[in-house]
């Protein structure tokens, strides 16, 4: 085959390697298209159609749908029904026609789940208001939502405690402190009722694409938008926001609607606990490695042990940070410290900081290698200055050597950093779960909870890659959960590079 | 600051060894030989021994005095006590000439009793406030003619087999459902050696001489089977699926029940080399175990699954009685119950049970599984082969995939590509490995394996076409090329190799259903197409490692040498292939070693894109478990110092002495590099 002239030989292998090359660059840009294409829909408010279909059961049918993103087979998408947890696929062969209608809404409930609905009618306490209002209506409802609460909190549960101090010192029911109480208690709820009432007064009725009527009291409603009415730069603004309540927010719906708070909260905590153990560690044990070593067998075993770490599957660290750290380590502190509460482990089950301390371990060798590179690359002449001013060998590495590779020995960090926040194998086994009631740190002593577990976004991924739906709304937040990992990580190893690269041109030469 | 600093590289050496002593810690128990050894002893009272519980869990002794006169023969119940002693608390008045056997079925005891009248009867029995109750499940009567020498009985959920031995040695059986519901039926068995009834299979096996019958309800013929050899002794195993053989000669046979030529039957499995006569056997099937002592009073551990047997121990004395419980192993010699604790149970797993053919109960013959989740009663299967294969297989798989794409963009990169576009491209590419795996993972699993049916013929076209392409391309290259304009003629290949490559995909892709059609009749293809999927996932995140080791390799071989082979007349291609390569070839297959490595130590992406299903087989599209992957489904569930917490250690060592090994390749494949460099 490869019988042809030289030239043609050659051209051919430059334009075949250089395709290959090509075909990688492309799986790099595709990879990162793809989870942008695709958790833009959970950011950005698409356009709402009216499609009509013809349904296998029903026949003809007519919903609000968007269009369904490249990761589904489907071409339309519509949202749930209230208090239905389906969404409605609809391909290309059912599809019979579409509108573009101006009025239709995307509504988010206060419990996570989103709804394509038409603003029918709008009621506030003394009847009818003007669609127009709504806005309007719903700042109202959540200034009377605020101050049922504080009504709650100020007024109702400190009547409430002194009732029951009544009951626990054995008051009478007809002494005349209990009757004070129980009446004054009896008032105060009657204008809770009144209140609760008043909140209640206040309703959207929405209208489904069959003409299905949905009435829904405006308390329940977080935010309404009409992406048809919206512009570019509205529709912009809209996709900040909830990029920015994807990342304040808590999971709703199972994971499928809401924000990855906790998760993104566990993820950051770990990888900072991970790199207070390994910079200290990484950094004097490069400056041995550089600086000290001298020609033995040990420094050999050192490098080799260093070697031989950044090869090792990274599950094998989480068998070891299973066995070793939280069933031998952690039990032993239990025996010793916590034997109060055996057998209930307290370090001796996975957690936050058997996490961060397998991460560590895992992470080292990127640390001691970058920072060895950037030791090596402090020219011998400044080494050679500081010793002929007098100084010592530790004070030349502290005030001469460290300060110049202190690029190289960051660059090291962050991309400890970035492996530790993509990496979650060995998480699996020691404390990342999908779900945790509480996060680490909270108000209660003491403060930061080492011992507990902790969500993850990488461990999250994992989890939706089993429960996702192809396409639809869990899917898309998947893919914004991806979204958010993969821009952590691109990131920090953007920051890496660049450092690094600054550092090679300053000491080229 | 300096012992400061020498301390942290002592703590690298100190983890790295408590990695590795934790794993080896972890696995060593799987290669302990069991052994029994004594914890008691207490004297019963004088009499027949009817039944030894597990008396370290409650559990009572039943004794049946013998009289003088042969009428009153009461049955005494004893127990430990706080102390240790051996107490009566109950006893039952029992004519003598009732015939009595006792009977364990899933954690109960159960008396079976046959009067002088020929009244049958089934009782249960436990114990309740120091008093021992019982309840009276079956009553039937039978023929009170045979004067009964000998009774079998056999129980499973919803049937009970009787077997009785009248005087002139004949054999009759009866089976009976548990509900009582209908007459029991009764067949003559005729006269026999040995006789055993077992319910849970619906079958009765009769051996007389070096034959053996197998008989069904009706008492019809299922199986006549003759041996080599006279039986001498029959035993059920605990699991009621397996009985084993001993014969005159000294040896013994395993029969399972499995279905061969689909028809259901039992059928032999191992036959172990032992010269001994077993006398005494008990099994513990959940974990595949058989204890046997034989008539040189030593106890055997034998291995179910693999037909070894693991140790021999002498007992001190003989035994005419023993019992296996949980709490520990209960012999028993005249009136002396000795009470053995069993160690090292975890390992009955020897090397061949976790890496040769296993004959698994009710399986038709040896094979490789991994099973760590079984039905109650039945012995999960450790077979670390199929996780092995299947770690492999991804990583074979991903290398079809990495290897020419990694390597041809490197040569690209180091060798044609000018300095200004490899510093861009080659950073460009190495982000490709900062990509999560998970991500990677995630994507494959959620978008590319749903639609792997109807993308993976096209997509194959698509490889195929690639070289074909640009093989016909580099003909009318020159031509295209002379009509760009001059500043465009050198280094733009990756541009219009790209183009190139879109153009052919939208072809390929575009025409993907029509392609697919077509194809899937004419190749008629069978498999799991899923497997393409793992092939280009774990391809994709390796390809960067491959790349970047081997782009460094060819990057760095000396310009002087290129200079010289120029100088020689040759063209770029020729200093490529005899010179640039020549040299850095160890450090191209440097870089496949160590992406070699990373594909066999992935875990997140062959977790989330293939089946997870252990299939030993080396057939490239059947299903794959990886060792990693396995790692991490089940290691989470397994209790510690368990026998699968051992055995996942285990597989953990044996990952990271694999690595270890890779990476050692790998290093010393780098040196050699360096030393062709200095070379030339």
């Known amino acids: ?509 | 600051m300096h012992r400061l600093v020498s301390v942290s590289s002592w703590l690298i050496l100190l983890t790295l060894a408590s990695l590795i002593w934790q794993l080896v810690s972890n696995s060593l128990p799987l290669f302990a030989t069991p052994k029994v050894s004594l914890q008691e002893q207490v004297l019963l009272p004088a009499g027949k021994i009817m039944h030894i519980g597990d008396l370290a869990q409650n559990g009572f002794v039943m004794v049946q005095q013998t009289s003088d006169d042969e009428k009153d023969c009461p049955l005494r119940f004893l127990r430990l006590d706080a102390l240790g002693h051996l107490v009566e608390f109950g006893m039952r008045a029992n004519a003598c000439q009732t015939k009595l056997m006792v009977h364990s079925f899933q954690g109960q005891t159960y008396l079976f009793s046959i009067s002088r009248e020929g009244v049958a009867t089934l009782e249960n029995l436990w114990v309740a406030d120091n008093t021992i109750e019982t309840s009276q499940l079956l009553s039937f009567a039978i023929n009170k003619q045979y004067q009964y020498k000998d009774i079998k009985l056999s129980m499973s959920r919803d049937q009970l087999i009787v077997a009785t031995k009248g005087q002139s040695d004949v054999w009759h059986s009866y089976w009976t459902e548990m509900d009582g519901a209908q007459d029991y039926q009764e067949h003559n068995l005729g006269r026999a050696d040995f006789v055993l009834p077992i319910a849970a299979a619906g079958r009765i096996v009769l051996a007389s001489g070096n034959n053996l019958k197998v008989l069904g309800k009706g008492s019809q013929l299922l199986q006549d089977i003759s041996l080599e050899a006279d039986v001498t002794q029959m035993h059920l195993l605990s699991s009621k699926r397996s009985f084993v053989l001993s014969f005159s000669e000294h040896n013994w046979q395993q029969f399972s029940l499995f279905n061969k030529g689909g028809e259901l039957g039992f059928h032999p499995t191992y036959r172990p080399d032992i010269n001994a006569a077993t006398s005494l056997l008990v099994t513990n099937q959940t974990r595949g175990a058989i204890l046997f002592a034989d008539q040189h009073n030593r106890l055997h551990f034998y291995n179910s699954g693999t037909g070894e047997v693991l140790r021999q121990q002498p007992l001190t004395r003989a035994v005419d009685y023993v019992q296996w419980h949980n709490g520990g192993l209960y012999t028993a010699a005249d009136r002396l119950v000795s009470i053995w604790s069993v160690e090292g149970m975890s390992q009955l797993t020897s090397l061949k049970s976790l890496f040769a053919k296993n004959w698994y109960e009710g399986y038709r013959a040896p094979a490789y599984v991994w099973q760590s989740t079984v039905a109650d009663g039945q012995q999960p299967k450790y077979s670390l082969v199929p996780l092995i294969i299947g770690s492999f297989k991804a990583a074979i798989l991903a290398l079809f995939i990495a290897i020419p794409i990694a390597t041809s963009a490197a040569i690209y990169t180091a060798y044609f590509a000018h300095e200004r576009l490899r510093n861009w491209l080659k950073p460009a590419i190495e982000m490709l490995e900062a990509v999560p795996s998970v991500i990677i993972g995630f994507i494959a699993a959620v978008w590319l394996t749903p639609i792997s049916d109807s993308f993976l013929l096209p997509l194959m076209v698509f490889i195929l076409l690639i070289p074909v392409g640009f093989y016909l391309m580099s003909f009318v290259q020159r031509r295209l090329v002379g009509g760009l304009p001059k500043r465009m003629r050198w280094h733009w290949e990756l541009l219009f190799a790209s183009l190139a490559l879109l153009l052919l995909m939208a072809i390929v892709f575009g025409q993907a259903g029509w392609l697919n059609t077509q194809l899937t009749s004419w190749l008629d293809w069978q498999g799991d197409k899923s497997t393409l999927v793992v092939a280009l996932a774990l391809g994709v995140a390796i390809a960067p490692t491959i790349y970047s080791v081997a782009e460094d390799a060819i990057h760095g071989v000396p310009q002087q040498i290129k200079n010289a082979s120029f100088a020689l007349g040759a063209t770029r291609l020729q200093t490529l292939q005899n010179v640039v390569l020549t040299v850095s070839l160890p450090g191209i297959l440097s870089g496949i070693t160590l992406g070699f490595g990373r594909a066999f130590g992935e875990t997140m992406i062959l977790l989330m894109v293939t089946g997870n299903t252990p299939i030993a087989e080396w057939n490239l599209v059947s299903g794959i478990r990886a060792l990693t992957a396995n790692l991490a489904i089940e290691l989470p569930e397994a209790q510690p110092a368990s026998d699968l917490y051992h055995v996942l250690f285990f597989s953990a060592l044996l990952l990271f002495a694999f690595t270890f090994c890779i990476n050692g390749l790998a290093e010393w494949l780098r040196i050699r590099l360096r030393r062709n460099y200095q070379d030339v």
Request: charge should be neutral; glycine fraction near 6%.
């Open chain 1, 1 to 509: 085959m490869f019988s042809s002239v030289p030239f043609q030989r050659q051209s051919f292998v430059i334009s075949l390697t250089s395709a290959m090359s090509a075909i990688l660059l492309i799986a790099m840009l595709a990879l990162v298209f793809f989870v942008l294409r695709n958790s833009s829909s959970y950011f950005w408010p698409d356009d709402i159609y009216l499609v009509s279909y013809k349904d296998e059961l029903v026949g003809d049918a007519q919903v609000y749908a968007r269009r369904a993103d490249a990761a589904s087979q489907a071409t339309w998408i519509s949202k749930a029904h209230y208090q239905r947890n389906n969404e409605v696929f609809i391909y290309q062969h059912q599809q019979t026609d579409i509108v573009q209608p101006q009025d239709v809404a995307e509504v988010v409930l206060t419990d996570g789940q989103i709804m394509y609905l038409a603003l029918y009618k709008l009621y506030d306490t003394e009847g009818i208001r003007a669609n127009s209002m709504l806005l309007e209506l719903m700042a109202t409802s959540a200034e009377l939502q605020q101050r049922i609460h504080r009504f709650r909190v100020q007024q109702l549960a400190p009547l409430h405690r002194r009732i029951h101090v009544l009951e626990r010192q054995g008051t009478e029911a007809d002494g005349p402190a209990k009757l004070a109480a129980t009446a004054e208690f009896e008032d105060r709820m009657a204008e809770l009722d009144l209140l609760l009432k008043q909140l209640q007064g206040y309703k959207v009725e929405f209208k489904y694409a069959d003409g299905q009527l949905q009435p829904l009291p405006i308390s329940k409603i977080e935010r309404v938008i009409f992406p048809n009415q919206m512009n570019v730069l509205s529709k912009s603004l809209e996709a900040l926001h909830r990029f920015w309540l994807f990342v304040s927010d808590e999971p709703k719906q199972a994971n499928r609607a809401g924000g990855v708070f906790p998760a993104l909260f566990g993820t950051v905590l770990m990888v900072l606990l991970m790199s207070l153990i390994v910079t200290p560690l990484g950094i004097l044990a490069a400056i041995y490695l550089h600086e000290y070593a001298p020609q033995n067998i040990v420094t050999s075993l050192v490098r080799t042990c260093v070697n031989n770490l950044a090869g090792i599957p990274s599950i094998v660290f989480g068998v070891f940070g299973l066995g070793f750290l939280v069933y031998t380590l952690g039990g032993g502190i239990d025996q010793l410290l916590f034997s109060q509460d055996l057998p209930n482990p307290t370090f001796g089950s996975p957690g936050l900081f058997w996490a961060a301390l397998t991460m560590a371990l895992l992470t080292l060798p990127v640390v001691i290698v970058s920072t060895e590179e950037g030791l090596r690359r402090v020219p011998k002449s400044l080494r050679e200055g500081s010793y002929a001013l007098g100084a010592t060998q530790l004070e030349t590495i502290r005030h001469t050597v460290l300060p110049i590779a202190s690029p190289g020995i960051m660059t090291g960090v962050i991309l400890a950093i970035a492996r530790a926040a993509g990496e979650v194998a060995p998480l699996i086994l020691v404390g990342a779960v999908k779900f945790a009631p509480a996060l680490p740190i909270d108000g209660s002593f003491p403060y930061l909870h080492l011992d507990r577990q902790f969500m993850h976004l990488g461990v999250m991924i994992y989890d939706g890659a089993f429960h996702g739906q192809q396409g639809g709304q869990s899917s898309d937040f998947m893919f914004a959960t991806c979204f958010l990992l993969l821009l952590i990580v691109f990131t920090l190893n953007l920051i890496a590079t660049f450092i690094r690269s600054k550092l090679r041109r300053r000491y080229a030469h």
